[in-house]
């Protein structure tokens, strides 16, 4: 490393290191006077003793390694634990990455207050060497703060995905499990949630949308095909529960939706409730199907299921009017189930009330169906639900 140098200045630049080494703690007094301003440590988020024994260490390490002017394997090494360590007692990056360079600064200004003019062109000359040292300590440390963050998050996500299990599993009703969840989820039990549903493709959308969400969580469970994802809004009372958000945790990609959920005790039902409407998706939804928008598919599938299928029923009886008649009596049903208003639905379909009223009449006539009956009008909404 030094071969650049002649032996003299070899000589002369292992001796300002070893003096250096001899003033460590003057060098450690330093560094805490300075990162005692950087957050984080300001807020001694790490135990005094704890950055004073760091110091000491890694400034002696640091100085090891300027002889040669690269990061010797123990620094590294050293590095390579401060950088877990500190993952592990919740260092914000930023703070950490600062404090390390904090070293180089430290270093540099002895050096220059312990050389005299003789050794200028000595200590210019060495300046990338010591920078180096530092960035390469500096660089191991953030590379393992990373790398135990990543391992943090999984054995977070791991350790809430069992407790996800539990909750949608056998035992999932039972006062242990939903507090243990709650707990592990960091959600209040008792409040309200939201969950959905999806397959396929829709389901790596509704992912990628609600993990933008300003909700507590998102969580997810697979569960077969079907994926579900649910989530506990804020309340405005919270701080990141703002006026503004309203809506922030509705999702808008095609699936199965169950909104108001009340705790964690009706989460697994309502979840049924969401892959039953998911299954429901026709290519024609560009939005969620919700219990208020797909309550009438779900129980006409049911129906179906029973043996029971109104569509066909209905188009059985229709089959007697001509085309013209059918689809002019269906556009006129189908908008007045929607409002139960004969001049709102006159006012759509832009016909007199008149019309509306002969047209109802001869659907009355024809299927014996009367729409003022609410349970009749009940039934043929079912059968055509879209």
């Known amino acids: 490393m030094h071969n650049f140098m002649d032996a003299g200045s070899s000589d002369r630049w292992n001796s300002i ?20 301003n950087v ?9 005094p003793a704890d950055v004073r024994k760091t110091a000491l260490e890694s400034l002696h390490l640091l100085a090891q390694s300027l002889v040669d002017g690269t990061a010797g394997p123990e620094l590294l090494d050293y590095a390579s634990a ?29 050096l220059l207050e312990h050389c005299g003019p003789e050794d200028a062109v000595l200590l210019a000359g060495q300046v990338e060497h010591v920078w180096r040292v530092v960035d390469e300590y500096a660089t191991q440390t953030h590379m393992s703060y990373l790398a135990e963050r990543v391992r943090m998050a999984q054995e977070e996500s791991n350790f809430r995905q069992e407790f996800i299990a539990k909750l949608f599993g056998p035992a999932g009703q039972t006062v242990d499990v939903i507090a243990r969840a709650a707990s592990a ?33 998102p ?9 579900f994802m649910f989530w506990q809004p804020f309340s405005r009372t919270h701080p990141r529960g703002r006026p503004s958000d309203t809506g922030a945790g509705s999702p808008v990609t095609a699936c199965g939706l169950v909104q108001g959920v009340s705790g964690l005790r009706s989460l697994v039902a309502a ?65 007045f189930l929607q409002t139960g208003s004969v001049a709102e639905t006159a006012a ?39």
């Open 17 to 36: 290191v070893k003096d250096l080494g001899d003033r460590i703690d003057g060098l450690a007094e330093r560094f805490l006077t300075r990162v005692s």
């Open 39 to 47: 957050p984080s440590y300001a807020t001694e988020m790490v135990d």
């Open 82 to 110: 401060l950088g877990e360590k500190r993952a592990r007692q919740g260092i914000p990056p930023e703070s950490l990455i600062t404090a390390i360079r904090l070293d180089f600064s430290v270093v540099w200004t002895d």
């Open 185 to 217: 989820l960091e959600v209040d039990p008792d409040g309200e949630f939201e969950i959905a549903a999806a397959t396929g493709p829709a389901a790596r959308a509704l992912q990628k949308e609600v993990s933008g969400f300003r909700v507590k969580g």
């Open 219 to 227: 969580f997810m469970y697979q569960g077969g095909n079907v994926t």
């Open 271 to 335: 979840a049924a409730t969401a892959a039953a409407l998911a299954q429901l998706l026709t290519d024609e939804d560009a939005a969620p199907l919700t219990i208020e928008t797909g309550w009438r598919r779900l129980a006409r599938e049911k129906l179906r299921d029973a043996g029971l299928d109104l569509e066909r029923e209905l188009d059985a009886l229709l089959a007697q009017c001509r085309e013209g008649e059918r689809a002019r009596m269906e556009e006129t049903v189908r908008a």
């Open 348 to 386: 759509g379909l832009f016909c007199h009330r008149n019309t509306i009223l002969n047209r109802l009449a001869r659907f009355r006539e024809v299927t014996g169906f009367d729409l003022v009956i609410p349970a009749q009008a009940a039934r043929v909404a079912i059968a055509w639900p879209n």
